[in-house]
T-cell receptor, first 112, second 118 residues
Framework: GEDVEQSLFLSVREGDSSVINCTYTDSSSTYLYWYKQEPGAGLQLLTY?????DMKQDQRLTVLLNKKDKHLSLRIADTQTGDSAIYFC????????????FGTGTRLQVFP | GAVVSQHPSWVICKSGTSVKIECRSLDFQATTMFWYRQFPKQSLMLMAT?????????EQGVEKDKFLINHASLTLSTLTVTSAHPEDSSFYIC??????????????FGPGTRLTVL
């Protein structure tokens, strides 16, 4: 079945890099996404990667995809206090490109 | 671009009443809109998918008679929680996907509506 897992919590010092990890079970994933949710707010799409790519970089964000291990990561360089939020990975599959399957979310806490 | 709004941002109602939540795509036309529910400290769960002008498709376990969805235009979808009960209290988030021209696989999310049923 479809299952997307994330570690619950990550704490980093301001200026360091953050790496948020995600594992998924469905090898037929088409797109994989990273969303950011600030307290009491909706989701902001940060970036996405197509399943035939290994890496995508967008300014401070680097997404790595290991299809063999079904592992996705989001690296945030030079993490700032404004990056504190919950980060969700999500996938879509060919069976239903409409349906986003979300991970459990990782709460990133950035301290000075 | 790709802004989605929701109204209201929060609502408190008495048990047994109905509540309507609006979702609007402000700067693009949304052929498909999605409704999610998020319980505290949990992930988002898809409730239903609606295409403009047709009936919504509900996920397993979601009561279609309780959560009425209308997608009457390319920029507006509404979710009505009928006869709300305290267990319906949750954060409801909509998303919208645009016509070809935007990434057809990208959903843009609204800011959410917090529903509290007393």
């Amino acid at each position: 079945g479809e299952d997307v897992e994330q570690s619950l919590f990550l704490s980093v010092r301001e200026g360091d890099s953050s790496v948020i990890n995600c594992t998924y079970t469905d090898s037929s994933s088409t797109y994989l996404y990273w969303y950011k949710q600030e307290p009491g707010a909706g989701l902001q799409l940060l970036t996405y990667i197509f399943s035939n790519m290994d890496m995508k970089q967008d300014q401070r964000l680097t997404v790595l995809l290991n299809k063999k291990d079904k592992h996705l990561s989001l690296r945030i360089a030079d993490t700032q206090t404004g990056d504190s939020a919950i980060y969700f990975c999500a996938e879509t599959t060919p069976y239903n490109t409409d349906k986003l399957i979300f991970g459990t979310g990782t709460r990133l806490q950035v301290f000075p | 671009g790709a802004v989605v709004s929701q109204h209201p941002s929060w609502v408190i109602c008495k048990s047994g009443t109905s509540v309507k939540i609006e979702c609007r795509s402000l700067d693009f036309q949304a052929t498909t809109m999605f409704w999610y529910r998020q319980f505290p400290k949990q992930s988002l769960m898809l409730m239903a998918t609606s295409n403009e002008g047709s009936k919504a498709t509900y996920e397993q376990g979601v009561e279609k008679d309780k959560f009425l969805i209308n997608h009457a235009s390319l920029t507006l979808s509404t979710l009505t929680v009928t006869s709300a009960h305290p267990e319906d209290s949750s954060f409801y988030i909509c998303s919208a996907r645009g016509l070809a021209g935007a990434s057809t696989d990208t959903q843009y999310f609204g800011p959410g509506t917090r529903l509290t049923v007393l």
